[in-house]
């Protein structure tokens, strides 16, 4: 099985860490192709990243040939729509993987991302999703992206402050870590704070895992048609 | 890894068959222990054999030894919040499986299950799960679920029908099938309807197999935090 | 006229009091019966407990002759969809006693119940009875439901403190007292705060009286339909 | 006990058989008083009537001495919450005492009201009471509410086949009548179609005995709070 | 254009302020006609003042000749739909106004308003017309409606320290002025603040020119549909 | 007062007729500049298309100097939330124009738009904005965005034809016409039905002169506040 994990953002050394990730929540079998658009913004906070960051995403979905499904490592599950409607396999946001296996664990989760500006792009996300009535509250970190890049930083601290918040105001059970270079945080503070912390990227690999030993397809009815093919051809 | 599969209700023949559905799912090295309760209702449809079917279901999972997850294999979900409390291992009904999975493939579904005195007992769970939004509509097939278990029934033809309706009326991207005694049907309705048909016994099994392999538990904390040693000892 | 108020624990002290707290709402020539199963939870702190309740309660539903109405004594409404399954008579839950009254004296209640791990139940049951927009916040005042019982407990002044807060963060025009054991505290609790405190068993009672009165019934179509007479003989 | 029940239109007739509707359901003990304002729309059928209607009503309540409780005779809870300020005795609106009830008593329910105007005041009500979630649908029946005052319509019959209609088209478990006219109907609507068929009127008698039974009262804080007497003054 | 801008109150003083309002924000050419009744409360603060102002205010409407559009300029959006039932003329709620713009210059926005007792009901109308889920809180400030007529007072100070608060706690991104009365104050708060500050005349006024300019007419079908003549001369 | 009116596909024939309706519309004094993106799709029919348009579409809002407002041209309102990140003017979509006006002028609307394929993108929309409990359904004509664009083409009474339905089945009072190559329909078809018609075009320039008459700006807090300059530099 072979899945292609795209980080959207141009960061190399981030989705090096996404694949480092994958890679051992992966079963053996399992292939993982991890790539990044070659340009677009080095990370995507906010709307008008998110925004920029799609049509990279794109292109390489419909030119890596051979995946079984795709994942999408980034917190704000970016071109989710719109990948699928390029492909009749199962295409995984990092950001419903993790909602969906808290809301299986815990009667409520908060979110913990990064920079405020990001809240309300993953707020919207849950309404749409269905389960922002199953998150207690999105926080952030006011931790940079690419903060978490740096090894020296205060980032985890910081992060592992505002999950202690949550616990003590939300009623949360549960924790997502709201940012895919967060990947490598999650044992750790679930460890601190004694309650499941679910990181994104792991979530969607074994999620994508699931849907290919299925034999899952996404729809092709609707929202998720595929395109016709003279648009395909212009636009690609 | 050992999955602990009950099916709740007190028909060998059904638990056979979810036992096969769930081996067929499953991966090299996941042993599948299908079991179900000594006593109990032969069927559930409804909230009164829901409710009789509970103790049953958790005294298997206080009693059976050195299981990795529990799969609850009837579709109303049938005393999962009462399961979580008994371990801090995933826990997972397969209506909540089907409808997670159903929701990153598709815009809208439709549930197609048994009678119609099971539909509130579904809209229930869906409007808690937070999906109600994402399912277009629950539909009854009037086949009851013991014809399901008769090989010369009409049973897949009337839930075909059904689904037909679904995409004639709803607008559904793809169609959840309502009981544990159809995970046999769903492989031969999506070729005929051409759109992902889940069933939840193979979700589950999968969602499991995923949430084990990341050492994923149920929380511990608020709604989910273990009884008191006393009580255990009581009611077991 | 007589109603069955069933308190689904197997704390007689409690049953007593309950039985104390209905009677004294009672119109005359209403005749209270107050029962508890023979065995299960001596408390019901959370969704185990609640579980394992409700084949007693059913079973006192349907071995006791002759009542008009039921009133499940347990702010959880223990086993309340499964009980109107057996009984065209009024089935009531002390929880969504208190709530519809609530509702119709304030724009907004408060609930404040025993301890955290029962929150989460309640709020799933307003979410589903759609009264969850009505209640500001479910309180947890960290009181058990059996230090209720100790008459030399500070249990009340903890559950006046937790209301004082409602009052000052929830904009709570009403408070809900969200357990069978707080009857006899409510009009000492309305009278310190001056605001509406109500209590479920009494509610509940004055409900099955309204009901009772005006021959209204339980609906027998769709969720509630009996079970077919096979099933009920085989798991009364 | 003095239940004062307003009809808010003029039409005296209709007062006449609201009142024979209440003290058919009113306890012995209980005294009915059926009063209609001296001047306003003869019938309310919509937002305009419903507004000059109020003030009326609320003069009622101002001028009317010694009642225990005050039900609103208008399916629209005409001035429900103006009324409040105005007590700390309960007021119930027939409309919402006939969804709470009926909240209690199926899974789902419809409404039948008179004419189409009527359909978005009401499914406003139920919106904001919280209730929304469990009417499956409003209807029409196009009867107007005079109509309803003729002995030789056939507006039972309408009414009926619209019941028909839910019940096929619904899924509804119980029928709430939409108008106070209707108040002589709902026993023989519930016989002829076998599910429960909820008449406002009685519903609010009841809850009103019910509440003055437990001594409750309306919220004096927020927005029940009292007006400044000046005001009251002014305005009365 | 001739635009009739009704302040349901009668505090002339205010009904001034208003105008002076609405023409500072009117194009040229358009005429701003502001009007209050003769007789009804001197302010609109909770559901009493409200419902008692309707009468005169839909009296205006039914005697003013020759207006394009009515603006009700009481933040209540008192008597809106009532109004609408009159003319097919747009008719529009200076809170309503204030509320749709917001939600397209900003992710989420607080209210503040001015008594504790007037949230339920602008929470009420926010919840009705959808965009409760846009608003992250309706706040008080304790300032009375009249206050604001007293330039000596510490009005502006005290709106301006709950707008603070809103930044602070509620990630609001724009802030709605809760009163008609606090049209002078939203620029100098804008500037303060640093984030829009919405004054509900203001926008109402460009709204109604918007809709003139565009031939838009109320619907007449359902809800709004007109009267019968014969209830229009009685009641009028 | 000069507006930017982006018309996100690259088919300059519905630039020109989005321009001209815009023209019609405008006030005097009010400059349309009507632009397509150089590259891109030539429609924009569902998640893929709308994905592809919006970095043509912020390009041109970063490079074209001197407007006033933004009205993004295509009824997805493609690339919205983007746009607002890079100017303090107001940012509007037809689609979210054309819902808030409509549901100031009836209690519910339904959507009459192209192809299926297009309505879960609308209907994500309505349940973001909050209007979606104001939207009766959103409903396809079948007819592609360009077949608008050929006069011969019977396209108009197709989406005649669903507006009848929508009066029919949906109780909607208003109808929106879900496409930009709508604009020159409405008033023809509002006629033909008898109540209110929404093109999106015409609203957001009317909203947008209102937004600019009174100096209102898009919130620079939270989720659109600008990118950090030099990601601004890098992807644009």
Redesign the interface.
């Known amino acids: 099985m072979r899945l292609l994990v795209i980080n959207p953002n141009t960061t190399a050394s981030m989705t090096e860490k996404i694949g480092f990730a994958a890679r051992g929540?992966a079963?053996p079998g399992t292939e993982i192709l991890a790539l990044n658009p070659a340009s677009?913004?080095?990370s995507i906070?906010?709307?008008?990243?998110?925004?920029?960051s799609?049509?990279g995403l794109?292109h390489l979905i419909q030119t890596t040939p051979g995946f079984d499904a795709v994942i999408i490592a980034c917190f704000d599950d970016t071109?989710l729509?719109?990948a699928?409607?390029?492909t009749d396999r199962?295409v995984?946001g990092i950001g419903?993987a993790a909602y969906?296996?808290a809301?299986?664990?815990?009667?409520?989760f908060s979110v913990v991302t990064t920079l405020?500006?990001?809240?309300?792009?993953l707020?919207?996300n849950l309404?749409?999703?269905?389960?922002?009535?199953?998150c207690a509250r999105v926080r952030s970190s006011e931790v940079a992206v690419l903060e978490l890049e740096h090894p020296g930083s205060d980032a985890c601290n910081r992060i592992s402050a505002e999950i202690g918040r949550a616990?003590a105001e939300d009623?949360?059970?549960?924790i997502v870590l709201g940012c895919a270079g967060m990947a490598d945080l999650a044992?750790r503070l679930a460890a601190e704070h004694?309650?499941?912390v679910?990181d994104g990227v792991?979530?969607a690999v074994?999620?994508a895992?699931?849907?290919v030993?299925?034999?899952?397809?996404?729809?092709?009815?609707?929202?998720?048609?595929p395109?016709p093919v003279q648009?395909l051809r212009?636009?690609a």
């Open positions: 929540a079963s677009g913004p080095v906070e906010g709307y008008y990243d998110e925004a920029l799609v049509p794109l071109g729509d719109a699928r409607c390029l199962p995984i419903e969906h296996f809301a299986m664990l815990a009667n409520k405020g500006r990001s809240v309300p792009a707020e919207h309404h749409r999703y269905g389960l922002a009535t199953r616990l009623r949360a059970e549960a044992g004694g309650l499941p679910l792991t979530c074994k999620l895992e699931a849907m030993g299925l034999g899952l397809k996404t729809s092709r009815l609707g929202g998720y048609a395109p648009k212009a636009t």
